[in-house]
């Protein structure tokens, strides 16, 4: 599945491109049937909402899941990445954010890449994510914001924020400094100085499209989302693909597997009958 040079060109201007419609419902039920066991199941790897009760994000599905682990080879996601990064590509980090109906909370104004930089030494920029819609995602479920053509100024230097004394409360009490990032309170939000003079040269779009649909944006593009205050789920799986020839060379202790794979081998395109496009 290669791109048009029309949509490469979108994607390195706007630094993101949305493919409405990419995945048939039944390929989207056959991913949404694997998560039941894995909402149930607690693991580190199942973070929360501060309520401590409702599922905010699933990590490395892809690691022990043969459905997701395979749907990461799909040419429809994989070779997208690859032709963008120009290389060949490998699953950095997997994640589903389930932004649950009427609790789904919140994701502070950030780029993703200062994170895996600052924290995992990832060495350059030849990273990016490639977003599979598991839900219709409208504008009152808590869509994604971005500012469109933020990528082009590359890491904003953001000093580490500490997570605040409600951050250190239950369900997060005791729990390692690294868990702070997948909450609510993130350690690296861009400053509302920062933010308002970029958002009023290049405005904010809300990213909707039908469940199915694909959305890759560049790991520099500035993105947040509000909470999701409607009765409807906003389900996203996060696949972010990372250069092979960018592997991470961490200097400080290293965040889990499930957090930052290790398996560095590159991916090879494979179709999976069980996911069939529209
Ligand atoms: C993210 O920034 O990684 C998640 C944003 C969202 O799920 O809306
Ligand atoms: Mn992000």
């Not at 971005?146 to 924020?161: F, H, K, L, N, Y």
């Not at 951050?167 to 609510?184: D, F, Q, V």
């Not at 003079?197 to 560049?218: A, T, Y």
């Not at 999701?228 to 696949?239: A, G, T, V």
Request: proline letters at 9%; aromatic letters at 8%.
């Amino acid at each position: 599945v290669r791109l048009e040079a029309e949509q490469v060109k979108a994607y390195r201007e706007k630094g993101y491109l949305l493919l409405p419609n990419v995945f048939s419902d039944t390929a989207i039920e056959r991913l949404n049937g694997q998560l039941p066991p894995l909402l149930a199941d607690d693991s580190p790897r199942r973070v929360l909402e501060r309520d401590g009760n409702t599922v905010r994000s699933l990590y490395g599905c892809h690691l022990d899941n043969e459905v997701f682990q395979s749907f990461t080879r799909h040419p429809a996601v994989l070779e997208p990445a690859a032709q963008l990064l120009e290389q060949t590509a490998y699953v950095y980090q997997f994640k589903i954010n389930i932004k649950a109906a009427f609790t789904g909370d919140v994701w502070q104004w950030h780029q993703d890449l200062i994170y895996w930089v600052r924290e995992d030494g990832l060495p350059g920029p030849h990273i990016l994510n490639v977003v599979v819609f598991l839900d219709d995602v409208t504008e009152v479920n808590g869509p994604m914001f971005v500012v469109p053509g933020s990528q082009a100024r590359g890491i904003i230097e953001t000093p580490p924020i500490e997570a605040p004394p409600q951050e250190r409360r239950s369900p997060y009490a005791g729990k390692p400094a690294w868990i702070t990032n997948l909450i609510a309170s993130i350690k690296y939000a861009i400053d509302k100085d920062t933010l308002a003079s970029m958002i009023r040269g290049h405005g904010i779009e809300s990213i909707k499209g039908p469940k199915g649909s694909v959305l890759i944006f560049d790991a520099c593009l500035v993105h947040s989302s509000p909470p999701n205050l409607s009765p409807f789920d906003r389900r996203m799986m996060f696949l972010s693909y990372n250069g092979t020839k960018n592997i991470p060379v961490p200097t400080g202790e290293r965040r889990p597997d499930f957090i930052v794979s290790r398996d560095h081998r590159a991916l090879v395109p494979a179709v999976d009958p069980r996911f069939d496009q529209l």
